[in-house]
């Protein structure tokens, strides 16, 4: 079985480095996340609500640095990156990268 590594991958390791570094946003959500997990009955809906804010947030973020890099790109390579993209993204950040599935 021959593995393929996109020709894209080191540049997208770069940036989603870039922007794990960059951004407040992976800390805010895994302080929503453990504050949804420890609430109340009474507070889980409201808590599940703030985590997912962050969660849309993420996404928004990974996608606006996906499609401004792609926009730099041959038409014929757009969809490579993205493809590569997206990969390394849901990968490294899992369901926090969700909002790129739900939004291709």
Known sequence: MIFRRGRFRELVDRQLDLFEADTDLLDEAAE???AWSRASTDE???RYG???LVVDAIGEALSD?????AATLPA???GEYRADFDR?????FGR????LEEND
């Open 88 to 92: 390394a993204a849901r990968k490294r």
């Open 44 to 46: 889980s809906e409201e």
């Open 65 to 69: 640095l996906r499609e401004t890099y």
């Open 32 to 34: 929503t996340d453990a």
């Open 76 to 78: 014929d390579t757009t």
């Open 96 to 99: 926090l990268a969700a909002f």
């Open 50 to 52: 703030e985590y997912q």
